[in-house]
């Protein structure tokens, strides 16, 4: 059993930056950041096997979000996902995510456990 609690939401202007934090208890393979917005799929906004290797660049991202947001940890129980030039199409509800089973890193559907989630709302 994997306890995920997400913190750092809020609501900023265009262009500025965030950084959302999840503390994780559990043994996981994998742990990400997932995004949902009103009538969309959850999508896979960054994800990182646990013994991925953030430094040599062990994480896959969501097209739209490459070279602006940032995933890392201090360890296998801290991550953070920063959020850098926010606009206002990454207005969502943001989840840490976790699963104990290798594959399919990208799919919302294989995360067994989920945290609460963290409302990010940016404005033009």
């Known amino acids: 059993q994997v306890q995920l609690r997400e913190s750092g939401g809020g609501s900023v202007q265009a262009g500025v930056s965030m950084r959302l934090s999840c503390v994780a208890s559990g043994p996981y393979v994998s742990i990400g950041w997932f995004r949902q917005a009103p009538a969309r799929e959850r999508e896979a906004v960054a994800v990182?096997?646990?013994?991925?290797?953030?430094?040599?660049?062990?994480a896959l991202y969501a097209d739209s979000v490459k070279g602006r947001f940032t995933i890392s940890r201090d360890n296998a129980k801290m991550m953070y996902l920063q959020l850098n030039d926010l606009k206002p199409e990454d207005t969502a509800m943001y989840y840490c995510?976790?699963?104990?089973?290798?594959?399919?890193?990208?799919?919302?559907?294989?995360?067994?456990?989920w945290g609460q989630g963290t409302q990010v709302t940016v404005s033009s």
């Open positions: 990182v096997t646990k013994n991925g290797n953030l430094e040599y660049g062990d």
């Open positions: 995510a976790a699963k104990d089973n290798a594959g399919a890193y990208t799919r919302a559907d294989t995360y067994t456990f």
